[in-house]
């Protein structure tokens, strides 16, 4: 199983940026996909969740609604839309597949990807 994060790089504030996780291993349609990140000395925190069809989708609050999931099945890809960056987006961005629809909680999540960097300058 391998989950594949891709579309991270440098970028201004207020820039947009769309990350890519492609799966080989299984098959993403049975999984609810979910978006975590992490920056050096803090913990991996949760960003987004896709259910398995994509109806539903969740995101903590402090982001403001500047993010979007969104997945294609037949693809085997999911999709993390990021709008409006701020500095503090700058970290290693996670895709994971869960067999929960809506995991926000790292511990449900049994496959990560290695993480795409994402940089956002001032």
């Known amino acids: 199983v391998q989950l594949q994060a891709s579309g991270g790089g440098l970028v201004q504030a207020g820039d947009s940026l769309t990350l890519s996780c492609a799966a080989s291993?299984?098959?993403?349609?049975?999984?609810?996909m979910g978006w975590f990140r992490q920056t050096p000395g803090k913990e991996r925190e949760f960003v987004a969740v896709?259910?398995?069809?994509?109806?539903?989708?969740q995101y903590p609050e402090f982001l403001e609604g500047r993010f979007t999931a969104s997945r294609d099945n037949a693809k085997n890809t999911v999709y993390l839309l990021m709008n409006d960056l701020e500095p503090e987006d700058t970290a290693l961005y996670y895709c994971?597949?869960?067999?929960?629809?809506?995991?926000?909680?790292?511990?449900?999540?049994?496959?990560w990807g290695q993480g795409t960097k994402v940089t956002v300058s001032s």
């Open positions: 291993g299984i098959t993403l349609s049975y999984y609810g």
């Open positions: 896709i259910s398995q069809n994509g109806d539903v989708t």
């Open positions: 994971a597949a869960s067999r929960y629809s809506k995991a926000t909680v790292r511990d449900l999540y049994e496959y």
